[in-house]
Every structure is written in structure tokens, then in C-alpha cells.
């Protein structure tokens, strides 16, 4: 048997597909993540399985549809007895290690919205029985002791948990507790009342008084280069998932990547007009603008405008900017100590923010390419080659490839695709794909909780949104920008017609299979 790889599994948190230099930015500097690309293949197309961070997160390790594994929206944590790849690399032999944000577990205190009438509900609660599990491994008050919390039994495959929580002055965890123990003031620091001066008027722009190297970022880059170099002399392979909580906002870099990037520097190339006609979310959204609403949460889409975006893709740049850095660093690790020429370095995101797009910010229920389309970067010592590829690749298509590539077999009932050939340079691979969305709570003027249905394909998004008459079709080979809604396009209609027909076949085709029948009846 050929010798297994090791695997740098690289992530960050709501990160655009064209937020990288070698994607084409303008502005954006990343050489680090640039190199990766030099030495692999750079997915140009890759979709997420969903555009918000846990579901798409559980896709990732699961390799299957948050409708199928159970995480379907922010709140919800992935069921305990749920198999991911990582569990497949442990038993074929690897060290596992995940460093930094997992979220695969409610990581904050809020209680979620009361969406059900108590009234309506009886002494049994929910469809299923509780399983036991208090899903409290990535709760804050895990972390509240000055001891470091220790793991007992692997987390989703996991033997080496180092986490972080949260974003931005709110990030804790293992981190916390470290950062307890460096004698900063950690109420000071942590205190928004206490932010630097600065000028932004960028909702969430927040100039953070936590200097670079006390910074998450920098937390993770060297647990991560601890971790590296403690697996060198390891005849066993390892994987390790290092995942960085930025650029999700609060917009924040820390020290001089505050400052690194000029926000004149950067354009708006879509303003809220360039849509020729919005879809009713689009028009609540701007008219609680206009009238000076707050958003319902942290978390929910709002209009900003031209100079607040421009703030804000300034500051997302030097997030990104100092991730690039501490991918450099580990990259150097890897060459320092003999791990470099037998190490797979993938580098992806959770999904994307339309950061402008629109004058939209951050992402929901509006599935437009800047939240759907990801960077993914697979970088191989096999290959040692750059190549683009124009695949309709997907989230759920990590898991089956990282098996194959470790030389293991998969477990029955992942929906992803092996990309070895597409790896190999073939952009054949699947000609549409399912994104699913659930939210959970009712905003943008959605009576309920958005549910929400887009299918891709080269040509086409359409879009059903539950419960309503409208949705969207985008001619996507003439309109990439997704700028003019074709839905009630009478030129359209067969194609809108063949297209919903697919979407029914493509969830029809998502159904679970797993697990399987043990008797003929």
C-alpha cells in the first residue's frame, strides 16, 4: 500500500470565492494562499451545501445534505452518534486534530426563538426522544474554569480538540482559558466600550484593543504549529482541520491589519439598483433601511451604504490578510520539519458574504452567488501542478475525496462525489446542484422561518422559496451577476418549467439511505 498523506485541512468563516488574490481581487493580497493554488487544482465553481455556517459545516464532515444529517440550521447541534470522515480516517490509522472554530454544537448562551405554541404542544415535545446528550462541548460556561477543559473521547472523529468559540471580542473557549492565563485584562479587552479610536461608521466595524499576537488568528496559527510539529515523529499520518473564526464579522483585524487596507481602494461594483427586480425579501430589507430599523439579530442581512461597504470589505481584507500570514507560517512548518512533500493542504470556506452585493451584508435566505460560491483550493504533493478547475464541485464532495485520497473506503449514505477526476484535471462531474436553506426565525417580511430550495446548474439558479408564489430564475451564461430575475419571464417558462422538474428530482434523489435494511421485511 502507497504511503497515506497527510492532510492541512485550512477553513475560514464566511469568505467569498473572489476574496483571494489568485481568484482575481483587485486589491486583496494573499501570496500564502496564492501558493497553495500554484501547487493544486483551484475550484472556480464550488458550492456550498448550504450558506450558513453549521449546517454547511456538518455538510463538510458528513459529506452529506443538512436536510439528511440533522443540522439544519444555526442552533441545532449535529446528532453525537453521527459518522463523519474524520471517523473514517481514525480508524484507517490517522491522528486527528481539529484547532480552532468547529460549530458543530451551539456555541453561545441565547436561547433560540420560540417558533411553537406551547399550547399546541403536549408532555412529549419533539419527534424524537432525547438522546442523552447535554451537546455542551462548545457551550461558554465549558470553558468558565481556570483548568483547561479536557476532551475525554473523540469530538465527530476528533482526538486532538483545541476549540475556539464565537467571533471576534467574544471568542472563547480553550482560547479563553489560555488567554486567561497571559495576564491581560481580559475584561478590558473583551469590553466593545473599549474599542481604539477610529472613524468607520460601518455597522459591526469594531477596532479591537487585542494586539496581534493575542488575537485568535494568532492562537490558532500556533496551537496548529505545535500540533505539526509534534507529528513529526509520528509514523502515523494526521489530519488536521485548522479553522480560522475570521473574516466572519464583527469587522475586526487586529493592529496594523486595521489599517492595511484603504477603503477608497475598493469598489461597488453592484448597488442595490442594479437589481432590475427584486424579490420581495430584497424590498423588506430596504424599506427597515429606510426606515432605520435594527436588525433582528447580529446575524441578519442588512443594507450599508457605499462607504459602510467599502469599510467593510477593507477590514474583511485584513482579516483575510492576516489568515494568509498564519497560513505562511504553517506552510514554512511543514517544510521546516520533512512533512511538506507528503501533505495535502485543503483550503475552503463555510460560506461566503454578500458583502456589498446588493448593499447587502453578511448572508441568509437570498442564495446569490456571493454566499454560495466558495474558494476551495486542493493542493497536492501528487500533482505539483496549477490547475483551474470548472466543476460544479459542492461541499458535500470533501468527505468522499479526502477518503479516497487516504486510501479508504467511504461509509454508506454519503451524497458527495469523489473529485479524483477532477483533481486529475477532468471538469466532468455532476451537471446541477442542491443547496439548501433553513432558518430559524421569520425576518426579511417571511411570515415563518425561510425554507429554501436552489438548484444549479451551468447555465441556471433557480430558487423556490416555501410557501410563496414568487422565486427566482438567473440566466446565469448572460446575466453572472444574477442582476434580472427571469421568473416571470414568459420567454423563460419552459425552461423554469424542466428546471423545477430537476430540483423535485434532485431532492427526491437526496432522500437518506442510511442506514440500510437488515431484513427483506
Known sequence: MARQPNFLFLITDQQRKDYLGVNGHKVLKTPHLDTLAARGTNFQRFQVASPICMPNRASLLTGRLPSTHGLRHNGNPLPGNTVTFVDVLREGGYRTAAIGKSHLQPFTPVPAYERVNPDTIGPIKEARWPDGNPYDLERPETYEGDKRFEFTEPFYGFEHVDMVLNHGHLAGGHYLQWLRKTGVDIDFIRDRNNELPHDYTCPQAYRTPIPEEL?????????????????????????????????????????????????????????????????????????????????????????????????????????????????GELIQTLKNNGQYDNTVIVFTSDHGDYLGDFNLMLKGALPFKSITNVPFIWSDPETQQAR?????????????????????????????????????????????????????????????????????????????????????????LNDPDETYNRWEDPDFANVKAKLITRLAHEMMDSMDRSPRATYMA
Open 388 to 476: 483551474q478547475s470548472n466543476a460544479l464541485a459542492s461541499t458535500l464532495d470533501i468527505a468522499p475525496s479526502i477518503i479516497t485520497r487516504a486510501g479508504l473506503k467511504p461509509f454508506w449514505g454519503i451524497q458527495g462525489m469523489d473529485l479524483s477526476g477532477c483533481l486529475q484535471g477532468s471538469d466532468e462531474l455532476r451537471d446541477a446542484c442542491l443547496i439548501e436553506y433553513h432558518d430559524g426565525l421569520a425576518r426579511l417580511g417571511f411570515e415563518e422561518p425561510a425554507i429554501v430550495r436552489s438548484l444549479m446548474t451551468d447555465d441556471f439558479r433557480l430558487t423556490l422559496y416555501k410557501g410563496q408564489p414568487w422565486g427566482e430564475l438567473y440566466d446565469l
Open 215 to 327: 488575537y485568535h488568528t494568532s492562537y490558532i496559527r500556533d496551537r496548529a504549529i505545535d500540533y505539526l510539529n509534534t507529528q513529526q515523529s509520528s509514523e502515523a499520518p494526521f489530519f488536521a482541520f485548522v479553522s480560522f473564526p475570521d473574516p466572519h464579522h464583527p469587522f475586526n483585524p487586529p493592529g496594523k491589519y486595521w489599517e492595511l487596507y484603504d477603503p477608497d481602494s475598493f469598489e461597488v461594483p453592484l448597488p442595490f439598483e442594479a437589481h432590475q427586480n427584486p424579490i420581495p425579501p430584497m424590498q423588506k430589507v430596504l424599506e427597515l433601511y429606510k426606515q432605520g430599523a435594527t436588525p433582528a439579530t447580529p446575524q441578519t442581512v442588512f443594507i450599508a451604504e457605499q462607504r459602510q461597504v467599502q469599510e467593510a470589505m477593507a477590514l474583511t481584507c485584513g482579516m483575510i490578510s492576516m489568515i494568509d500570514d498564519a497560513v
